[in-house]
């Protein structure tokens, strides 16, 4: 227990991700005191470090876990600006002196991968449709690869063609889904937006030459803008394709604040490390004056009831790092507890106490009415009676 009485006497309801059915369909079974909603269809979820669902409805529950623990996936919209995405192949994909190969098992379950076959020294096929039709600049890009023969590193992969810093050796002979974030917002130009596999010196500049026969596969890969990490993976054809933001509604707020107060034990992991944050995460929301959020200026956790805040210490925290967040709102006070950060772990201590909030006709977890501001996942929410 983290304060008062053990929790096992005071739960009202709870919610687990990892004890949830369905999860090996990418999809989660939910409470029927909350309900996640978006209106995009194809939407896709990673469920293992190896694997992903595809083809996920809309206002699909989607589970997700990266490796490091089962929650439920919430994300803030995104587009993918890379066309042709899913086989890498198509009108606007250029031909690399690498031999390819189509019909090769995808981390999907499907055979929708392109095989590449380097003799040493040459370059894949690449696409460069961002720089026409994207945004004015790019920041993250992501993908599935894995190395099939030869040795490591197989192949540098890459987004662009900006810098030493844009690519990522693919080194492992089991997929896995690789991310770049440039330095700084790579603008839209010829010979700047790419994505393919390389195995020249200094393409991109500093990249080693890699000499031998290798080969490797590829599948779903992304350019996103703006954005410092990568969010699922958004399927294209033609155009650049885009997903709505999800919203999670609980239609009788009393159930997670009976009377106007809560006592709330949270699991959350953030997609995004302490220094990758682009705007103030709501993780429980009622309104403006009465939410619980991370607050993007000072990396604190923020307890804030009529518009009076109790604080956390200043944390840091790395991709996928589970936050336990313990958030009271009584009569008799109010007190936060966060745990699992790379630093700025602790309690507040128990705080003045505020008046009970006046519910609103609908509440919101991991997001706002608006949905959710940036990406995380809910891996359990415990309500206790306050």
């Known amino acids: 227990m983290w304060f008062g009485q053990p929790f096992s006497t005071r739960v009202l309801r709870s919610f687990f991700a990892s004890g949830a059915?369905?999860?090996?369909?990418?999809?989660?079974?939910?409470?029927?005191?909350?309900?996640?909603?978006?209106?995009?269809?194809?939407?896709?979820?990673?469920?293992?470090?190896?694997?992903?669902?595809?083809?996920?409805?809309?206002?699909?529950?989607?589970?997700?876990?990266?490796?490091?623990?089962?929650?439920?996936?919430?994300?803030?919209?995104?587009?993918?600006?890379?066309?042709?995405?899913?086989?890498?192949?198509?009108?606007?994909?250029?031909?690399?002196?690498?031999?390819?190969?189509?019909?090769?098992?995808?981390?999907?379950?499907?055979?929708?991968?392109?095989?590449?076959?380097?003799?040493?020294?040459?370059?894949?096929?690449?696409?460069?449709?961002?720089?026409?039709?994207?945004?004015?600049?790019?920041?993250?890009?992501?993908?599935?690869?894995?190395?099939?023969?030869?040795?490591s590193p197989y192949a540098h992969w890459r987004g662009t063609t900006a810098g030493p810093s844009s690519y990522v050796d693919v080194t492992s002979t089991t997929w896995s889904r690789l991310s770049i974030t440039e330095a700084a917002d790579v603008p839209v130009g010829q010979g700047k937006m790419q994505a393919n596999f390389e195995t020249r010196a200094n393409e991109p500049t500093g990249a080693p030459a890699i000499s031998g026969t290798t080969s490797m596969y590829g599948y779903s890969w992304q350019h996103e803008s703006i954005v410092l990490y990568p969010s699922s993976y958004i399927p294209t054809t033609s155009a650049a394709a885009s997903r709505a933001a999800d919203v999670v509604a609980v239609a009788t707020p009393a159930n997670v604040a009976p009377g106007g107060f809560f006592d709330l034990d949270l699991l959350v992991a953030p997609n995004y490390a302490d220094t990758e944050q682009a705007a103030d995460h709501n993780l429980v929301y009622f309104d403006t004056n009465n939410r619980i959020f991370i607050q993007k200026t000072t990396k604190k956790i923020v307890l804030r009831i009529g518009g009076a805040d109790v604080l956390s210490s200043a944390l840091t925290w790395s991709r996928e790092a589970p936050l336990r967040i313990h958030a009271m709102h009584r009569a008799g006070g109010r007190k936060l507890d966060v745990a699992g950060a790379t630093s700025g772990n602790g309690s507040s201590g128990l705080q003045s106490a505020a008046s009970a909030i006046s519910l609103p006709a609908t509440s919101y977890l991991m997001g706002s009415n608006t949905g959710a501001e940036e990406c995380g996942d809910l891996r359990h929410l415990m309500i206790l009676m306050p």
């Open 21 to 151: 059915a369905n999860l090996g369909t990418g999809l989660i079974t939910l409470p029927p005191w909350f309900a996640i909603t978006c209106a995009t269809t194809g939407r896709t979820s990673q469920v293992s470090a190896s694997s992903l669902v595809t083809g996920l409805g809309a206002n699909a529950a989607r589970a997700r876990n990266v490796g490091s623990g089962t929650g439920l996936s919430v994300e803030n919209a995104g587009t993918n600006y890379l066309t042709y995405s899913v086989d890498l192949a198509g009108a606007d994909w250029q031909a690399g002196a690498m031999a390819t190969s189509t019909g090769n098992a995808d981390p999907a379950g499907g055979t929708q991968a392109r095989g590449f076959t380097s003799t040493g020294s040459q370059y894949g096929d690449y696409n460069q449709k961002p720089n026409v039709q994207g945004p004015a600049s790019m920041r993250t890009h992501s993908g599935w690869c894995r190395g099939v023969t030869g040795s």
